[in-house]
């Protein structure tokens, strides 16, 4: 779990995000689909589209990443794809809920339960 706010007080190892912090889209990439911390102000090894993570403080002020396209990685399948704080539009394949049960639900989630999220498409 990551965040641009302090820990809301979750079970899981929760990262503080910060300048230079991205999720890696670039499907050329070694690091496709795995969380870099570049540095304020360097520029990344890899083709960005969007600004880094800590820019995004309202969506990103509490994330949980869905492992998805991550065990194996396959490039071009599909990158970045985080349970995170609703902002009032589409998300690009993530799910983004009211801050309330956001908070509500990453609390809950227990790694020693090994929680799992169906990421599906509709036929």
Not at 60 to 79: I, K, Q, S, T, W
Request: aromatic share 10%; with cysteine.
């Amino acid at each position: 779990m990551y965040g641009n706010s302090p820990n809301p007080g979750v079970a899981f190892r929760y990262v503080r995000l910060r300048c230079g912090d991205w999720w890696v889209e670039d499907s050329r990439s070694p690091a496709y689909n795995t969380f870099q911390r570049v540095g304020c102000i360097r520029r990344p090894p890899f083709r960005v589209t969007t600004p880094d993570m800590s820019t995004s403080p309202r969506a990103y002020a509490h994330l949980a990443v869905v492992e998805y396209n991550m065990h194996p990685v396959v490039p071009g399948r599909g990158a970045g794809i985080f349970l995170h704080m609703q902002i009032g539009k589409a998300t690009s394949g993530c799910i983004s809920l009211r801050r309330p049960a956001l908070l509500r639900l990453l609390r809950w989630l227990d790694p020693a339960a090994r929680p799992a999220i169906s990421v599906t498409a509709r036929s």
